[in-house]
């Protein structure tokens, strides 16, 4: 199937660090890309996404970046803040599937004060 | 609460027993999502409703599952002859546009 892959499966930061969290996928089909943040207990909450004719995007305290030529896919959090701790995945829908999204394993990001 | 809202939370059940969760969207949103979510693992996508139609389906779904939205609005997901491999929180999501997915909190199965 789909290989929506992160590096890293724990990261942990200093409060007021920034944190970067990255993702690797494996179709340049895929046309559209979505970071999702789970608290445990909770759905996946929407961060940001990106299109694919985009390489970079700004959100509040977030920032993903897109790079087509390797396929990888970064989140940046700026001021990490201890309500950043959560697992965050990142998603990938490709250009011909309609409406199916994949996901990949997750990252758990703990902030300690 | 104006968010998605999925009923009942937790489920347990033995295998073989019939299950069914609903899931009810934010109410403007024509499309909803169903997902499957085991430890430790993303999301995988198990069907996709616009309006009352469904119009996607895992190719890795089960017959045993099936899905409904009667009327656009809540929708359904029953699993039959549930068996110990189901066990996973089953997520439901909903949209106004395909993109930005609002998740409810889920339903965690458990088959004994």
């Known amino acids: 199937g789909e290989s929506v892959g992160l590096h890293l499966p724990t990261l942990s930061v200093q409060e007021g660090d920034n944190s970067i969290i990255n993702c690797a996928y494996s179709?340049?089909?895929?046309?559209?890309f979505i970071w999702y943040k789970q608290e445990s207990g909770k759905g996946p909450q929407f961060i940001i996404d990106?299109?694919?004719?985009?390489d970079k995007r700004q959100g509040q305290r977030v920032t993903v970046l897109l790079n087509k030529t390797v396929k990888h896919l970064s989140l940046q959090i700026a001021a990490t803040q201890p309500g950043d701790s959560a697992v965050y995945f990142c998603?990938?829908?490709?250009?011909?599937?309609?409406?199916?999204?994949?996901f990949g394993t997750g990252t758990s990001l703990t902030v300690i004060p | 609460d104006t968010g998605v809202s999925q009923n009942p939370r937790h489920k347990i059940t033995k295998r073989g027993q019939n299950v069914t969760f609903r899931c009810d969207p934010i109410?403007?949103?024509?499309?909803l999502y169903w997902y499957r979510q085991t430890l430790g693992q993303g999301p995988e996508f198990l069907t996709y409703?616009?309006?009352?139609?469904?119009?996607?389906k895992s190719r890795l779904l089960s017959d045993r599952f099936s899905a409904e939205r009667p009327k656009g609005s809540f929708s359904t997901l029953e699993i039959q002859r549930t068996e110990q491999g189901d066990s996973a929180m089953y997520l439901c999501?909903?949209?106004?546009?395909?993109?930005?997915?609002?998740f409810g909190p889920g339903t965690r199965l458990t088959v004994t």
């Open positions: 999501a909903s949209s106004l546009v395909f993109a930005e997915q609002y």
């Open positions: 179709n340049s089909a895929s046309d559209y």
């Open positions: 990106i299109r694919s004719n985009m």
């Open positions: 998603a990938e829908k490709l250009g011909d599937t309609g409406n199916q999204f994949y």
């Open positions: 109410s403007e949103h024509n499309r």
């Open positions: 409703f616009q309006n009352e139609a469904q119009l996607e």
